[in-house]
């Protein structure tokens, strides 16, 4: 089957709306990770929310302190959505130093088949067509999955840093691409 990733559309409110409740029932530390825009998700906002989307791709018109971020979404030809990720354009401080350039999730049915190496191919692919070629990647300590899925795109460990806010140790990893 074929899985690729595209921005999100008004006809996804309903497979959207399963995986957030999907994920609002996932027993992991920090459930929303990766891709916490749709935490607050819910029919009476979704307008909102895809209104959000197309702003947050300029954000730097609103909020010169803010990167500009592209929303994706991993589908297959029938529109099942398998998890989302979210592109940031360029780094400020606090992203180089914890959020890097990529957050991603993918909804805890889909899991451990595949599709979290899967989502980081491909959102590499789309740094690749916006000139990024240095994209820094972390991941809390402690998250096996997500750093094994960074380690699986060639992501090359640097270091680890400590968050004051929250107070958790995130690994960096650099991925030239070429
Ligand atoms: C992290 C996450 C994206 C991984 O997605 P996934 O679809 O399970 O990843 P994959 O199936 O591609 O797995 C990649 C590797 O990690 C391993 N793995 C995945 N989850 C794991 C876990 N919880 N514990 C240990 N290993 C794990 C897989 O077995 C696989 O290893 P292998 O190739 O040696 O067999 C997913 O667990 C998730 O969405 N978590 C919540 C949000 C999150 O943490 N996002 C990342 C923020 S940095």
Redesign the pocket.
Known sequence: MQLYLREINKNDQGELLQMVNEIKNDT?E??????RDIQYLNEENFNDFLIEREHNKNMKLYRPDLVNQTTFILVDDSNHIY?GTNLRHELNDNLLNFGGHI?????PS??????????LSLVLKECQKRGITKVL????EG????A??IE?NQGIYENSKKKVEDNKIYRRYWIELH
């Open positions: 992991i920090d459930k929303f990770e990766g891709f998890g957050g991603y999730l993918i909804r889909e899991r451990r088949k595949g599709y979290g190496t899967l989502i990647v972390t991941c809390r998250n096996i999955g997500s094994k899925v699986k």
